[in-house]
């Protein structure tokens, strides 16, 4: 038999509890399991107690791998399954992390989709066509992305890329910048119509650039 020495709440998380036993740190649990589990300081464990403690733990490793995941930035439920599959966790730990992570609104595939469209429209502008494709790759479900992507402007998208893209291309006469800039936006996934229009204005809006100041 161990005894439950000290139960102290973790520095990193106040969602975890530290746990001692016969006065030395043994593993961190869930606050959720402190409770569940009715785990106080005095309280005798049994082997067979600290085994199913001992599941809980590593289940709660398994979530702390997925909270430093999502720290760096949001990520789809697919991708967090296959990295957490990669550390070599066992599916019902992931699977019990992941409806975790659900219930405290940090994953959730439509907010992901919605981050995603948000910040390739802030730095690189592409059309919803190749936006669609790369959530997909993410593992993100065809609705979700149906809702997100359908309110994009391709207009103002391709306008924008090419708007970032022409910095770089001063100097050039109209039918290289044409060309170059043309190619750049066929590999953002726009089409014919949309890329002669975006060339265009790119185009007029570096000539008002070029005019000298009177």
Known sequence: MSTITALRAAKRTTERVNLFLDGRFTFSLEKDDVVRQKLEVG????????AELTDAMQMGRCLDAAYRLL????????????????????????????????ERGLLDDREFARFWVENRAAFRPRSRGLTRSELLKKGVAEDAIRDVVSDMDETDAANRAAAIKARRLS????????????DFLRRRGFTYETIDRAVKHAWEERKKEDVPSP
């Open 43 to 50: 309280l005798e464990l049994s082997q067979e107690k600290l």
């Open 71 to 102: 720290g760096y930035r949001p990520r789809s439920e697919s991708e967090v399954r296959t990295r957490l599959q990669r550390r070599g966790f066992p599916p019902e730990h992931i699977a019990a992390a992941i409806g975790k992570l659900k």
């Open 171 to 182: 100097g050039l006469e109209y039918r290289e910048f044409r060309q170059r800039l043309g």
